[in-house]
């Protein structure tokens, strides 16, 4: 039995085999001869094309199942196919054939001058692994429901397209305010991060619990008796929290307290009951730029967008422009090789670097706001000027669409608050409202990286933290504009109480913690 320590980054607990991802060592294969070598590779591909094509019937979403369609196509694709059997017929192992297929096609995709070929790059070698893994035998990469996942770190597209029912994840490195932390928050999948490299024999089982930070490889029959006792213990305290879901959040004291969600994809909100919310606090608009050849037209965000304002009924929708960059890099769009990504050319930089893009937002944006109560709000403002003319182009929108005929309404614009020289000086920004971003302000006051497992300990909310959050909360009071949290510490029951004597009275939180946020504010 061996115990290691990590830092929990999003609750729960799970049990099952221990499957290593992103690390498989293939097995050598031996050269056979060449008919040999082509039924093989033939049977890898089958194996690769049935493999997508039952994902693509889980995936559930149009924009997933086009990611895998485009593969799948590939497959058959003559540019692929013919240089194969040519050099398995000159006399090339198959993997060494296909690799050599696919590496020359990777490197023409990524020296592509149009962009969004350069982006499907990753998918080509997604592709290569997928096929290079069944040609091998090694498919450690399958993760079954019901599996303690491994791996140094995770690009939160990969963890979206897992069915993580029962599972749960380890990162060796990884940190709490990462993106994939945030998305294993919002859907319940236990999370621990920053474990460190460690060994594993083969087929090994594994007990993960991220409440107390532990994960237990081979456990002793105790070590299950205890960790089937703190399970119980926790899903009883899961069913009391239920009880006030369907309830609007008070204090002990009668004072209400609007209780949020955080989106990071529409099809989360099937599962939710619109009554148990106040209303959408994020909607990270990310999704429709990620795994795709296009750019999203402004149709297919109108329909996005109109189908969340439809499903809130009135109630706030507060979607975010694109907020591109950091450790949420869109291939062919953000910048590639910066020396500091989180410092470099993110969110409303990007925008505003790319305004064509930004256009389309903005109209698409106008247009549902006619159907519901929708705002918008512009991430990692820094100076007044970002904010001023992202108003300037959603005017024009407005007044373009309106123009040609098309319903459109102004929707009131605000601003994350996430960069300390905004939060400082938050009186020179007219934004409609503030919505502060305690992930990336947390982690620029204090220099610590979100993604840097080593500082999880200085990313938690100290003295200056907490004063900038009265100072913005005595502000929004003073000039009458709203001033919410939307990032993860919103979710943290053990800062609800501090959150609330600082002033904020509006949260935004993961899915997940609705019911334990809104039980932790009825105990303040
Ligand atoms: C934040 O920074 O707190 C936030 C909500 O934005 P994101 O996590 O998407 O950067
Ligand atoms: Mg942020």
Not at 76 to 102: N, Q
Not at 191 to 204: M, R
Not at 348 to 373: D, F, K, M
Request: aromatic content about 4%; some cysteine; glycine content about 8%.
């Amino acid at each position: 039995m061996l115990e290691l320590v990590g830092t929990p980054a999003a609750p729960g607990m799970a049990a099952g085999p221990v499957v290593r991802i992103g690390s498989t060592r293939r097995r050598e294969r031996l050269r056979r001869a060449a008919s040999d070598e082509l039924s093989e590779i033939g049977n890898a591909i089958a194996a690769a094309q049935a493999a997508l094509a039952v994902l693509m019937e889980s995936v559930g979403d149009d924009e997933a199942a086009g990611i895998l369609a485009f593969q799948m196509a590939l497959l058959e694709d003559d540019e692929i196919t013919r240089p194969l059997a040519e050099g398995i017929a000159a006399g090339a192992g198959a993997d060494e054939a296909w690799s050599k297929v696919m590496n020359a096609l990777i490197a023409d995709y990524e020296a592509s001058e149009d962009i969004y070929f350069r982006g499907r790059a990753a998918d080509l070698a997604d592709l290569r692994e997928r096929v290079l893994d069944a040609l091998t035998g090694a498919d450690a990469e399958t993760i079954a429901p019901g599996s303690i996942v491994v791996a140094e770190d995770l690009a939160p597209s990969r963890f979206l397209a897992t069915d993580w029912s029962g599972s749960g994840l380890v990162l060796t490195r990884g940190g709490i305010t990462s993106h994939v932390a945030i998305l294993a928050r919002s859907r319940g999948v236990p999370l621990l991060v920053g474990v460190g490299p460690f060994e594993l024999s083969d087929a090994c089982e594994a007990l993960l619990d991220s409440h107390e930070g532990v994960l237990v490889i081979d456990p002793d029959p105790p070590a299950r008796e205890r960790f089937e006792h703190r399970r119980t213990a926790h899903e009883d305290r899961a069913r009391a929290d239920r009880q006030h879901l369907a309830t609007e959040a008070r204090t002990a004291a009668g004072e209400r307290v609007r209780v949020m969600i955080n989106v990071a994809r529409p099809e989360e909100l099937d599962a939710i009951d619109p009554g148990h919310v106040d209303g959408i606090g994020l909607v990270r608009t990310e999704f429709l730029f990620h795994d795709r050849r296009d750019l999203p037209s402004e149709e297919e965000q109108y329909r996005v967008y109109r189908r969340i304002a439809e499903w809130a009924q009135g109630k706030p929708v507060t979607i975010r422009t694109l907020d591109a960059g950091g450790d949420k890099p869109i291939p062919g769009l953000t910048h590639d090789g910066e020396s500091n990504p989180f410092l470099g050319v993110r969110g409303v930089r990007l925008s505003l670097e790319r305004p064509e893009i930004l256009e389309v937002q903005l109209r698409a944006l106008a247009r549902a706001a006619v159907l519901g109560n929708v705002k918008v709000m512009v991430p990692m403002v820094a100076v007044p000027h970002e904010l001023d003319r992202v108003r300037e182009l959603l005017g024009k929108a407005v007044h373009d669409l309106r123009t040609a005929g098309t319903e459109a309404e102004l929707p009131p614009l605000g601003m994350m608050v996430e960069v300390p020289a905004a939060a400082l000086a938050i009186e020179r920004f007219d934004a409609a409202f503030y919505s502060i971003g305690s992930n990336d302000l947390l982690q620029y006051l204090m220099a610590a990286g979100r993604d840097e497992p080593a500082l999880a300990s200085l990313s938690k909310p100290g003295p200056a933290f907490w004063r900038v959050l009265r100072e913005l909360c005595e502000h929004g009071t003073a000039a009458g504009r709203e001033v919410s949290l939307c990032g993860d510490l919103a979710s943290d029951i053990g800062s609800i109480a501090q959150l609330l004597a600082s002033g904020l009275r509006t949260l935004s939180v993961a899915q997940a913690a609705l019911a334990s946020v809104k039980a932790a504010v009825s105990r303040v």
